[in-house]
């Protein structure tokens, strides 16, 4: 786990490569100096350079002229040509040279036609004077041709060349005395063998750098030299004739084609490896690649192109490549101030400089070659600080690897530190179980002296955690990951322990962590009794009795009788309010042990609040019977004795049989129902509630309604219908109803309106409901809009709760604003006993709904027999007499005098009046002779779906007994004779 930081031998192997390569360096750069002082003692003044200007060159493919007429035809006809590389013919050609202009005319001199080479050669001397010609003495030497003019005066004489070329170059011209000549040769011998042997060596040893350190730049960097050298020897007319090797001319120009393409190609992919990190980031990058890419293209194709096509194709490439490298080295040097990006910028200048001289002056871009400025120094040069470039990068990476384990050790010590200093035990473990090292927390935990271990150390783990844990721990050899781990251990004095280790495999051996946690589970265990036991009594809290219930509805589904005991202490505020809390906790606990022992071991008890539920398991009925009435007794019979005084305390019992099928939630409403039943019946008694009870059937029905109610707002099982609001007077000139609520049941079925609205009453959701309505039937009327301009209006009920809530204010407000056509045919109905309940949240309703068009009905009116002295204050449109008038109208006086003056009184407030209950014909008839504005009843219409009443004319058109019907309009007949004439016709 603790592991040695270490050199590795790939390490070690490539520090020594490095001290071989630096040592390379060191000994080339000694023959790099030897070389460059050849190199410079090859271009020191010793001969006067002639101009190229006066060189001419005339083809003569099947070699016919004799040098009379070539010298004629090169100096006479216009046919001659200047010299040029692009100009130099492919065959047999002719060169002549006009009398030399030389600062000095040595005594023996030799011209040297530099860079050209000949397979066969002849030269001839013409006195200006005298048109014999006389052959002079030629040779191939050193890069060229030597020509002997003995006795001849250079500046009085025409010289005539015979040539069958080998080679390629525009050549420079010099003019030696036969001594300096001789002394020229032996220092290019020797220069060039210096350079040779400087860079071929240094290309062995870059090469063997790269194949032990596996870095390509090594290996471009020998390739570069190599091509660099090629270079050299072209540009100076060495080439493969200077090792002794004689090649075919047409082979000797692909080579030199291709060794100054491929020198192009590893100089930018040199660049781009030496300066890789630093150009990353760079958005030069691309053009970089893209480069590489052309000079790659360049060397594929250079073998096919002709020689005049293939050098302006490399310059213009070299000038791109230039600008390009140019640009990236200042944009390094400036960003990063890289020491391998000065150094390498050098080489760059050294190579790219003498190359361009060289090319520019080949392809007769320019005169003559800058002096000092030629092949071999800048080749030797260029090379060295290459390599010193390349040796700035090895030692740069050097310094950042030596950097990068010097940050590893300090990673190491601190890491060391945190290792013994973690709280938590730390060890390593052999797959036979003996520990290799540990912590001192590990051996703090079990006890052991010191705090590092032997390889053969004879502590196991096995002795410290006993043989299952230690088993348990090795087998994380066997898994792919980390393994969690928790097990036990019994200690000699008779304790437990309790360890959590998370262990994982590193090759054959365990690493891992361990923690005593006996404190943690010991605190978790008792955590665990609180979370299910109350903390007063140490009964089954809720969360313990709702895991109770599983095991109860187990055991009933097994088919063991269950039942369930609600025990409820009969006014127990009372104790409270009497004697303080302190007496009723103290009663709480002495009835909960009076209830324990009268139970069974197996049966569960639970304190709720003031209440306990008892789970009676395998119990039949009359166990059942005898069981809870002696629950009953073990509280009443005996008074409690608490704080010197002495109280009695009854409770009432309820219970119910276990169904398997019922839900856990059902099963204590039941039993909670039938304690409510027990309390109604007197107190201190026990009540059984079975399933074909009709007050359990109701209260389970009821349950279930809200909890679809709760779960959520089934909107897809909701739809209205409408009672027409019947006119008593115009029944057939007026459209209206009142908008009614209905719900399907999970099977199609309607509930009942009065089972989900009082349960939703009840839970508070009819806030949720009443939105429902208002906004659903605000989108009927505005989708049927002939419907709605037929219509006079529409009433909705609004719960008290609703009325109540601010929130539903403003989102009833908000929804009548969005349907203005709409909201002047609403009539909202709110409960008089709710309206009076709160009269400043209903004016503020009331006023804000009239604001927009609504108008205001008061339901019920008169139940209250209050409602009187409270109507001025309350500004309704109409006023429904509450049904339990209407409905024995004829039967009892009294509810006739009640409606008639409930009438009379709307009729002087300027008000109107709706009748409700109106369900026989003879109650219609009465309430016609009342004077009643408007009746609702099954005596007039039925609620009927949407798609009926959409299509209704008025209200009237809905009545469907005949005896109404006459009445309706014997009563719209005797309003209209009634009426002055003038208003009948208005």
Not at 64 to 75: D, I, K, V, W, Y
Not at 289 to 318: D, I, N
Not at 370 to 388: E, F, R
Not at 600 to 613: E, L, N, P, W
């Amino acid at each position: 786990m603790f592991a040695r930081l270490a050199f590795r031998p790939g390490q070690l192997a490539g520090n020594t490569a490095m001290r071989v390569f630096l040592s390379a360096i060191v000994v080339s750069l000694l023959l790099g100096v030897v070389a460059v002082i050849a190199a410079v003692g090859l271009s020191r003044p010793l001969a006067d350079p002639i101009a190229t200007a006066r060189l001419r060159i005339l083809s003569d493919p099947s070699a016919s002229l004799t040098p009379g007429e070539a010298q004629a035809a090169l100096f006479s006809d216009s046919s001659a040509k200047r010299y040029a590389a692009s100009s130099q013919p492919d065959g047999h050609f002719w060169i002549g040279l006009e009398p030399l202009q030389a600062q000095t005319r040595p005594e023996r001199p030799v011209l040297e036609l530099r860079m050209l080479r000949a397979s066969e050669l002849r030269f001839w001397a013409l006195d200006a004077g005298d048109l014999v010609p006389l052959e002079l003495q030629a040779r191939n030497d050193k890069g060229g041709i030597s020509v002997k003019l003995d006795g001849f005066d250079v500046g009085n004489t025409f010289i005539v060349g015979s040539i069958i070329p080998k080679g390629v170059g525009r050549p420079k011209v010099f003019l030696w005395s036969q001594d300096a000549y001789d002394d020229s040769v032996l220092l290019f011998e020797r220069g060039g063998g210096a350079l040779l042997g400087s860079f071929i060596m240094l290309a062995i040893f870059s090469a063997f750098v790269g194949a032990v350190n596996r870095d390509w730049s090594f290996f471009l960097f020998a390739g570069w030299l190599i091509t660099t050298l090629r270079v050299a020897s072209i540009n100076d007319g060495w080439d493969l004739t200077w090792l002794g090797i004689s090649l075919d001319n047409e082979l000797l120009l692909m080579l030199m084609r291709v060794s100054l393409a491929a020198h192009a190609l590893l100089t930018i992919s040199l660049f781009r490896s030496l300066l890789a990190s630093e150009l990353e980031r760079s958005k030069l990058s691309p053009w970089l690649a893209g480069a590489t890419a052309l000079f790659a293209a360049l060397v594929v194709a250079s073998p096919f192109l002709r020689h005049a096509a293939f050098l302006p194709a490399l310059w213009v490439s070299a000038a791109l490549g230039i600008l390009l490298i140019l640009t990236s080295l200042t944009l390094v040097v400036l960003r990063t101030r890289s020491s391998v990006a000065f150094w390498y910028t050098g080489s760059w200048c050294a190579t790219f400089i003498g190359v361009l001289t060289e090319v520019g002056y080949a392809s007769g871009l320019i005169s003559q070659v800058v002096p000092g400025l030629n092949s071999q120094t800048a080749s030797v040069t260029s090379a060295l600080v290459t390599a010193i470039a390349l040796a700035e990068k090895l030692r740069v990476e050097r310094l950042g690897r030596l950097a990068a384990q010097r940050e590893k050790f300090d990673v190491l010590e601190k890491f060391k530190r945190n290792y013994d200093s973690m709280p938590v035990g730390l060890f390593s473990m052999t797959r036979l179980g003996s520990v290799t090292l540990f912590n001192p927390a590990f051996a703090k935990m079990f006890g052991i002296q010191g705090t590092r271990l032997r390889h053969d150390s004879s502590v196991a783990m096995e002795t410290l955690l006993g043989e299952n844990p230690a088993q348990r721990l090795v087998g994380a050899i066997d898994t792919a990951g980390p393994l969690d781990l928790e097990f036990n251990v019994d200690t000699d004095d008779g304790q437990r322990r309790w360890f959590q280790s998370r262990v994982t495999a590193n090759g054959d051996a365990i690493e891992g962590s361990i923690q005593d946690v006996t404190a943690r589970k010991e605190a978790e265990s008792r955590l665990r009794h609180l979370v299910d036991h109350d903390s007063l009594t140490g009964l089954l809290n809720r969360h313990g009795l709702e895991e109770a219930m599983k095991s109860a509805a187990e055991a009933a589904r097994r088919g063991l009788p269950c039942a369930i005991a609600h025990v409820d202490l009969d006014r127990f505020k009372l104790i409270n309010d009497l004697y303080g809390h302190a007496t009723g906790d103290a009663m709480i606990q002495e009835a909960s042990t009076r209830l324990l022992s009268t139970v069974r071991s197996r049966d569960f008890v639970a304190r709720i609040a003031d209440s306990f539920v008892i789970l009676l398991l395998d119990c039949p009925d009359r166990a059942v019977v005898r069981l809870t009435e002696r629950l009953r007794e073990s509280i009443g019979e005996h008074p409690f004795e608490l704080e010197g005084k002495s109280l009695t305390m009854t409770v009432s019992v309820g219970v119910t049989s276990l169904d398997p099928e019922m839900p856990p939630i059902e099963a204590m409403a039941a039993a909670n129902r039938a304690c409510a039943e027990a309390k109604s019946r007197g107190r201190n008694c026990v009540v059984r509630l079975d399933e074909g009870d009709d007050a359990l059937t109701r209260h389970l029905e009821e349950l279930k309604v809200v909890a679809d109610l709760q779960k959520r707002l089934p909107i897809d099982r909701y739809f209205l219908e409408m009672q027409p609001i019947v006119s008593l007077r115009s029944a057939l000139t007026s459209l209206n109803y009142e908008v009614l609520l209905r719900m399907h049941d999970e099977r199609g079925g309607v509930i009942p309106p009065g089972k989900f609205i009082g349960a939703a009453e009840r839970n508070g959701l009819m806030s949720q409901i009443d939105r429902w309505v208002i906004k659903t039937t605000l989108q009927w009327l505005d989708a049927h809009p002939e419907h709605r301009e037929r219509l006079t209006f529409a009433t909705i009920n609004i719960s008290g709760s609703s009325l109540n809530d601010a929130r539903f204010v403003d989102d009833a407000v908000s929804m009548i604003r969005e349907h203005p056509l709409s909201v002047n045919k609403l009539c909202f109905e709110i409960t008089e006993s709710i309206a009076l309940h709160d009269l400043e949240s209903t004016r503020r309703f009331v006023d804000r709904l009239r604001s927009y068009g609504s108008k205001l009905a008061l339901d019920d009116f008169g139940a209250g027999y209050t409602s009187f002295s409270y109507l001025k204050e309350i500004p309704a449109d109409f006023i429904k007499i509450d049904g339990s008038f209407v409905r024995d109208i004829n039967v009892n006086p009294a509810n006739y005098a009640i409606t008639r003056t409930i009438v009379d009184l709307t009729h002087e407030l300027g008000m109107r009046s709706i009748a409700e209950w109106a369900e026989t014909p003879d109650t219609v008839a009465s309430l016609i002779e009342l004077r009643v504005d408007y009746g609702q009843g099954y005596g007039l219409a039925r609620p009927m779906h949407t798609d009926l009443l959409a299509g209704a004319r008025s209200s009237g058109a809905l009545v469907r007994d005949p005896q109404v019907l006459a009445m309706l309009d014997t009563s719209a007949m005797h309003l209209l004779a009634a009426q002055p004439t003038g208003a009948r016709r208005h």
